[in-house]
């Protein structure tokens, strides 16, 4: 059973940028990725969607162009490349996974729910001048 790790999150200003990291142990990313964020009394989204097998990405509208899901294989991790933070974007950050296929790019469209086998711990993204 994969377990995931996410690390990266801090306080940042309006504009700046920071790089999360969601490292996987215990076993293998096989099917899909998403990072999820939730944000004091809202609900829980996902931002960004990535399927494994041909490495296909899906961001939600919200956060086209500012952030960006990759991986590296060798390493086992998945990032979230955010840019230019705004004021909407301070949440606590999982990375997510399932031992079964998921369509990335209706997570990334839709409000769910979800019910995903495997979430890390969160990482706090903090934005604040």
């Known amino acids: 059973h994969v377990h995931l790790k996410e690390s990266g999150g801090d306080l940042v200003q309006p504009g700046g940028s920071l790089r999360l990291s969601c490292a996987a142990s215990?076993?293998?990313?096989?099917?899909?990725i998403a990072w999820f964020r939730q944000a004091p009394g809202k609900q829980r989204e996902a931002v960004a969607c990535?399927?494994?097998?041909?490495?296909?990405?899906y961001h939600r509208d919200s956060v086209k162009g500012r952030f960006t899901i990759s991986r590296d294989n060798s390493k086992n991790t998945v990032y979230l490349q955010m840019n230019n933070l705004k004021p909407e974007d301070p949440a606590v950050y999982y990375c997510?996974?399932?031992?079964?296929?998921?369509?990335?790019?209706?997570?990334?469209?839709?409000?769910?729910?979800?019910?995903?086998?495997?979430w890390g711990q969160g990482t706090q993204v903090t934005v604040s001048a």
């Open positions: 215990g076993g293998t990313l096989d099917y899909a």
């Open positions: 997510v996974t399932d031992e079964a296929p998921f369509p990335c790019q209706v997570v990334v469209s839709t409000a769910g729910p979800f019910h995903f086998t495997t």
């Open positions: 990535m399927h494994l097998s041909d490495g296909s990405t």
